[in-house]
């Protein structure tokens, strides 16, 4: 069963940067996507990006294209979401998931992380 950890949350000045790291530990880690999602207050999570665990493939959200980069260290079985450039409404609670494959669609991961809060604020 796999078990992911988000963290590197926090208030961050517009314009800023933030780094969310997604620690995954676990038995039988059959990882091949790893995916990033928010959900800011009173609206619907949605997709941020995505990288496949061999890190030849990415994918992301036209809102974050050009400031936010995917990336992953095999070694450490974790996935990192660098933020530049952030704007008040990047406002969300970040979640890190896992799926069998690249996609945008939350019912393909079946793995999530308890979230973290990023607060973009001046």
């Known amino acids: 069963q796999v078990h992911l950890v988000e963290s590197g949350g926090g208030l961050v000045q517009p314009g800023g940067s933030l780094r969310l790291s997604c620690a995954a530990s676990?038995?039988?880690?059959?990882?091949?996507?790893m995916g990033w999602f928010r959900q800011a207050p009173g609206k619907e999570r949605e997709f941020v990006a995505a990288i496949t665990w061999s890190g030849d493939s990415t994918s992301y959200a036209d809102s974050v294209k050009g400031r936010f980069t995917v990336s992953r260290d095999n070694a450490k079985n974790t996935v990192y979401l660098q933020m530049n450039s952030l704007k008040p409404e990047d406002t969300a609670v970040y979640y890190c998931?896992?799926?069998?494959?690249?996609?945008?669609?939350?019912?393909?991961?079946?793995?999530w992380g308890q979230g973290t809060q990023v607060t973009v604020s001046s």
């Open positions: 998931a896992a799926a069998r494959f690249l996609t945008q669609f939350q019912s393909s991961y079946g793995t």
């Open positions: 676990g038995s039988g880690l059959s990882i091949n996507a």
